[in-house]
């Protein structure tokens, strides 16, 4: 089990970990550069394989780090996510 009050307060750790469970996952992950909450984003882009077909799937992954805070993330601390995604061309976020 992970104690996310292990992580420090500034959420770069966390981040780090995302990242690195998405690349467990294959799913490429790339930094989106810094933003307004001085977080960096990071743009996972997932490979879909059939039968027929390939095709690749770009998610907007915001890393928000409140366990020192004990609260839980809320909208407004994810900001318009439709024009985020819209930005960079993700399908959706998590």
Known sequence: MIDFKELPQDGRAFEQLVREILLIYEAHPQW????????????AT??????IAHAQRRWLVQCKHFAHADRSVGRDDVGAVVDDCRQIGAKGTF
């Open 32 to 43: 989106t550069g810094q933003g307004p909450d001085q977080g960096r984003d990071i743009v």
């Open 46 to 51: 997932e490979e879909l394989r059939g039968p």
